[in-house]
């Protein structure tokens, strides 16, 4: 008799209490991921992160994945994975009012959000609403970029989450200075070197004719960041004009959209006194948000003698790992994530902020501080790499190893990836195991109450 209404009460208390999917896991039934980010379908930075993010998480076996996704609008695709748009139909293009009413609604063991801090600004509503509507236990996983600070409201934003992940070691340092108390995590990006390789000298010369027709003799210096303020491409256009007058026989290519975010570069040019035919070129038919097919970037990596930036501040930044990976020589500035990575024996970094006149605080930018790149100390090593070009090469190499041996996407950075998710998903059953053994015994006190 008691056994038999131990089980009654128990499956009463599971109705009423443990309502929904059991969060334990087993070989028939995948652990459920929820994530907000960039679409893995679009180009962007965001966009390559979570394609490889989730890439990991898919190739497990373990998890299956619901994409609410920012950049996307719906198109067809080949991912193993359900893609919602967000931005569509209202004037947020992060949708953020849309996730608010949509996650409720969703099933999810694992909460994960890869966005700039001061976007996510409902968080701290919604996460709370989760954990006390939510029929069972889930955790929240945050991939964050900090290029300058994290100020005090943008941290208010994240503190909710359960696992911070910061990109690099400037980003947790500056995290933990307005979050002292915060366990922070650091995975770094990676670089897919399936997608990003070196090509043959015949396969470069015979693409460099094609893409680059006459001006494929040239020293090519290629810029692929985004028309946008924070990459300030206007600065390696002022660099570049410099360099030209040394060394005449030489191309800059902006691989980029013409006007973006940032500026019209043709009337920049026009400003400049830069020929778009001769002296700089563009993309044709180029979308921000669609870009180029991969192996057409890559040909253009291995194409150039030297990849640039004149960039204000990085989260981490791709382009450079990229163009390790295909033995091309970097230069990029030296502020922000990037003084971590490109060490001496890898690429060159060019002075940024090395004096009071090496600032500027944008429009729109959150008016945070940032840093100008030198353009006569950028001068001065792009006219080293032109004129120690077997140095340059052995910077390459040494990058090109490194790249191989420990930042590829599915080879350590994955393994990061999975590990995390992994032990979020065991903090989980844990969580639930405490709560059922709570359970058992309010169940052995109301037997034995009513046996009383």
């Known amino acids: 008799m008691g056994k038999q209404r131990r089980k009654a009460v128990k499956k009463n208390i599971d109705k009423y209490q443990w309502s929904g999917k059991n969060v334990v896991n087993n070989s028939k039934q995948k652990i459920k991921v929820l994530a907000y980010c960039d679409s893995p379908t679009c180009a962007t930075g965001f966009g390559t992160v979570s394609r490889n993010i989730f890439e990991a998480l898919y190739k497990t076996g373990r998890y299956d994945i619901d994409i609410l996704g920012i950049n996307y609008w719906g198109d067809p695709h080949n991912f193993p994975y359900r893609i919602w748009p967000t931005g569509t139909g209202t004037n947020d293009p992060y949708g953020r009012q849309k996730i608010v009413n949509m996650v409720p609604q969703m099933d999810f063991d694992i909460l994960f959000f890869l966005q700039d801090t001061f976007i996510v600004d409902f968080l701290p509503v919604l996460i709370p609403h989760l954990q006390s509507n939510m029929p069972r236990n889930f955790k929240s996983i945050m991939y964050y970029p900090i290029d300058s600070v994290l100020k005090p409201e943008w941290s208010k934003n994240i503190e909710v989450i359960d696992h911070l992940v910061a990109y690099c070691e400037f980003g947790k340092n500056e995290s933990l200075k307005t979050l002292p108390d915060r366990d922070i995590d650091i995975i770094n990006h990676g670089v897919n070197t399936k997608e990003y390789f070196p090509l043959s000298k015949s396969k470069i010369d015979s693409f ?73 070129i563009f993309p044709r038919n180029f979308g921000p948000n669609q870009g180029y097919p991969k192996e057409i970037v890559n040909a253009i990596y291995n194409a150039s003698d030297v990849v640039v930036s004149t960039t204000l501040a990085e989260g981490m930044g791709l382009a450079w790992l990229e163009a390790m990976a295909t033995k091309t020589p970097v230069i990029m500035p030296n502020n922000t994530a990037m003084t971590e990575f490109i060490t001496e024996d890898r690429g060159y970094l060019a002075e940024s902020g090395s004096n009071g006149s090496l600032f500027t605080v944008l429009p729109h930018d959150n008016e945070v501080l940032r840093e100008l790149t030198d353009v006569n100390d950028f001068v001065k090593k792009l006219t080293h790499i032109y004129n120690n070009r077997e140095e340059a090469a052995e910077k390459a190499e040494n990058a090109y190893k490194w790249v191989v041996n420990d930042m590829e996407w599915q080879g350590k950075i994955a393994d990061q990836w999975v590990e995390l998710f992994d032990n979020v998903y065991n903090e989980i059953s844990k969580d639930q195991t405490k709560l059922e053994k709570e359970a058992d015994s309010s169940i052995e006190k109301i037997i034995k109450a009513e046996e009383i």
């Not at 020293?219 to 360099?243: G, W």
């Open 208 to 280: 460099k004719d094609q893409y680059f027709g006459p001006a494929a003799g040239k020293f090519i210096i290629t810029n692929l960041n985004r028309n946008q303020q924070r990459k300030d491409i206007p600065r390696t256009m002022l660099a570049f004009k410099e360099f030209k007058e040394i060394v005449p026989d030489s191309l800059l290519y902006l691989h980029c959209a013409m006007k973006d975010q940032g500026w019209d570069l043709v009337e920049v040019c026009k400003s400049m006194e830069l020929d778009i035919n001769n002296d700089v």
